[in-house]
């Protein structure tokens, strides 16, 4: 689904170029779960806007189901995005001005689905919020925010699911109850799930760790559990 | 259409209002002066011809040529002779020298004639408006002749060799004002009767007017053609009069009216183009993370254009077909301020205010919004990871330069004044380049002295420099709109002020001339037995103005001024008369001079009036030869003069030194307010010096002040929709920064600030910025008035000391306390709720 040969991202900045990431190497099955993990500025979050097609390499392919998107221009990467890829984002990005069921319809809305409110509903559902549809952002506690996100994320039924860092601005409990949920979308959807994280425990439920360090991928390891 | 949805979203949502409402604001602003200027400039054009009796008419010295009356039957084109001349009258003992008319039958041919049965009738229920003129053997009469000869209505009166039963009493003629009563009582009397009176001999001083009028089914075609064939067979005796002359003396105080309500227009628009801008700038800060999770989701960035034009544009068209409605019912108030003096079936406006409006819509999102919305396309996707990913929004100098030149276009096309368009954009240049080195000067040391203060000051300068590109921004449009606001209030005021004299209950409404050196002690003693005050008393002398450098003058000169076909009034004076200004030379030193021209021998000094000046063709050094009774002498003009016309006190195109025409036969002149109650002062008066011309203005003036008032009314009601602008653009501008202000505060109110505290910082912020921008806006403000007097009002420069202080003072006062009133929510919400809410 996902293959990446020899990444490698640097920026410039005033003291010289800097080195985010380095000579990555990954290959994702469709329907594998891959944790990448690393401490604070180790270039998780790089990677992860790299393989989404969110930012591009400096050197370096990454072929999304045998699509070189290190090839293409802006609108060729929106286009794949389009059709295989899906967010859930550490701060949910979920639009204030509109209702939890607006928020889960728009993306689908975006790409002129046309029964995209009956969808969003059905996804809302599948989350427990049945009952809090009409309800704004605000309105809705941080893990209600982040199942309205997960409902978004599936509504659209993504090939591949990116998460940057699901659960970091929720509490451990709320934060396993989201974990749970994603991951039996993720299992019912058959999606492959991408994710950053720096908790132990949530990579150790995919299938496969990527662990950087300075940019590098220190080790490439099967989960605990599955 | 998705672009719908995601338009009543975001309406829902609270982030397109004042976007909308700057929009329907500018549409409204320019709709309802567009709709007003352009009805009560069609009904005054109707008007006109109504107080010319006529749609054009011929004034000459001798009667119509039969030709024309000829081809203007052919053509379908109506027509009235009038003949005005000064007759003896008589009933028994008693005789006055009255003004007489007389008219045809069709007369008039716009506007009506008011009669009535009851002498000197005020009350309206007993006037009675026609369209009709005295028949055969009868007589319309002023009121005060009837006392002047001793009759009572249907009682005859000769008339040169017929006798004439006074059958109605006249009130006002249409084109009453244009002829003034310089013979006493108003007669009107039928064409047919003038071979019965015999008045009218060879040599007689008559003036003729040939009236003409479209006929009813004439869409003007045929009137135009008639006029062009007309104008081609006039000689040096006719004289073309148009509706716009007929209405001269108040043409000019409309005007003005006319160009402050242009001006407040394009303030509004300009304060609405700023909101706009300001709220647009607001608006696509908001969309950013929006337009990165669109861009995430796979939408290409044409899509996204496609989707925020399609928005815009129907945000435009609703908010401008809003805005015109809200314009109509606003130019419906305005009508109703000034609807007294319009007639009752105003005309409806054509197709063009309402395009105004609407393309004044289209045009401020092209200019004010899509700029700010320009770079959203290009947000990249990344931002919905890294929050320090931002695309770079359109230059600020290219959404400034788009700014001003959307400004530039929409002022000069809806005034079509290049001068209200300059005067306003330089002010703005000014307020806008000040607003930028003096603001960041401000900035800074506040921030400097700040460190100094307690912690309420030190904490909100502090912010305001590190916020200092926002800070700017706001500065700007706090300036931008006080300075409007002051620089309309200013013009309005002067305009006002000048008009007061008009508005003044004492303002001299008749005029005294040609009474005689030994009729003067008696003059004044019955005047001050009235206690009345004349406005002084001027020497004058009647003569003509024969050569000019030694040369008769030729035709075409003739044609270009009456002065050279008629006696003028020469007067003397040693000092510069009130009103008058030197344009050109110099005044004289009486001290100088020597004695009268006649004696000397030498050239005269004589200081002419400009306007006469530039006619003829005069300038400084120029010989004039006068001709008094027959004696010549000669003048060399030292000086041009501006005089102003409006003040109602005597003016004279030519003006000597004291003493020079001491030798010539000579005559008094003056001006003095006659209430209504001592009108019969005028009879008495006349009775006794039947040789002094009395000119009576009171109608005149009566109907000036009733406009003028009415015009003060509507400008008053036009400041009011202007503000409610400028407090939009205060809106904007201090909803710019206010998500971050209300982030901050509750993470202070978190690490548990007191209420005193944020809103102090909050209160010294806002305040601060309106201080400055006050400053900035008196600076601009006084540049821009400066050029509009000067350009516009043709008023003198003037400073405006109040400015200065009321500028910031109210700025400080009205941003605080704006700024606080829109930040209270962070402390009487719990801050979560507050961080939750951004």
Known sequence: ?226 | MLAIKMLLRGWRGGQLGLIFWSLVLAVAVVTSVALLAERVERALVNQSSAFLAADLVVSSSVPANSEWLERAAVDGIRTARTASFASMTYAGEQMHLASVKAVESTYPLRGVVKRSQIPFATDASVIESVMAAPQPGELWVDSRLLPLLNIELGDSIDVGDGTFTVSQILIEEPDGGSSFSMYGARILMNWQDLPVAAVIQPGSRVSYRFLMAASDTDDGSQFARFSEWLGDELTVHDRIITPDEAQANIAKTMDKGRRFLLLAGSIGVVLAGIALALASHHFANGQLLQVALYKSWGVSARRVRQLYLQQILALGAVGSVAGLIIGWGFHQLLLSAVRDWLPLDLPMAGARPWITGFATGLLCLIGFTLPALWHLPAQSPLAVLRRDIQVASLNSAVRGALGVITIAVLLFWYSNNAYLTLAILLGFAVTGGASIIFGLLLLRLGKTYGQKMGSIWRLALANLWRRKKPSLIQMAGFSGAIALLMIMTVVRTSLIDEWRWQLADDAPNHFLVNVASYELDGVKTLIQRRELNTAGWYSMVRGRLTHINDALPNEDLKRSHESLNRELNLSWTSALPEGNKIIQGQWWDSAALEGPVAESGGLAPVSIEEDIARELGLTLGDQLRFSVGGLVFDAVITSTRSLNWDNMTPNFYFLFPEGYLEEYPRTYMTSLYVPSDKKLMVNELLRKYPTVQVIELDKIIDRIRSIVTQITRGLEMMTLLILGCGVLVMFAAVSLSMSERLQESAILRTLGSSKRLILGVQWVEFSTLGLAAGLLAALGAEFAIAMLQHFMFDQAFTWHPWLWFVGPSAGALLVGVLGVAYSRKAVTQPPLQVLNSL
């Open chain 1, 1 to 226: 689904m996902i293959d990446v040969s020899n990444i490698s991202k640097q920026v410039s900045t005033s003291e010289g170029t800097l080195c985010i990431l380095d000579q990555i190497n990954l290959s994702v099955k469709a329907g594998e779960t891959l944790a990448i993990i690393g401490s604070s500025g180790s270039g998780k979050s790089t990677l992860l806007g790299i393989l989404a097609g969110l930012d591009t390499p400096s050197s370096g392919t990454v072929m999304i189901g045998g699509q070189d998107i290190t090839a293409m221009d802006e609108e060729g990467r929106a286009a794949v995005r389009a059709g295989h890829v899906g967010f859930v984002f550490q701060s949910f990005h979920l639009l204030p001005g509109l209702t939890a069921l607006e928020n889960v319809a728009l993306p689908l809305e975006l790409q002129g689905v046309s029964d995209a409110l009956k969808t969003a509903e059905h996804y809302l559902q599948r989350v427990g919020l049945a009952a809090r549809v009409t309800h704004y952002p605000r309105q809705l506690s941080g893990g209600e925010q982040q199942r309205v996100a997960l409902a978004r994320a599936f509504a659209c039924r993504p090939t591949i699911l990116f998460a940057d860092e699901p659960t970091g601005n929720l509490d451990t409990g709320t934060g396993e109850k989201i974990n749970d949920l994603l991951f039996a979308l993720n299992e019912e959807e058959g999606t492959t799930l991408v994710l950053v994280t720096h908790e132990k425990n949530l990579a150790a439920r995919c299938q496969r760790t990527l662990e950087l360090q300075a940019g590098r991928q220190i080790a490439l390891t099967n989960g605990s559990q599955h």
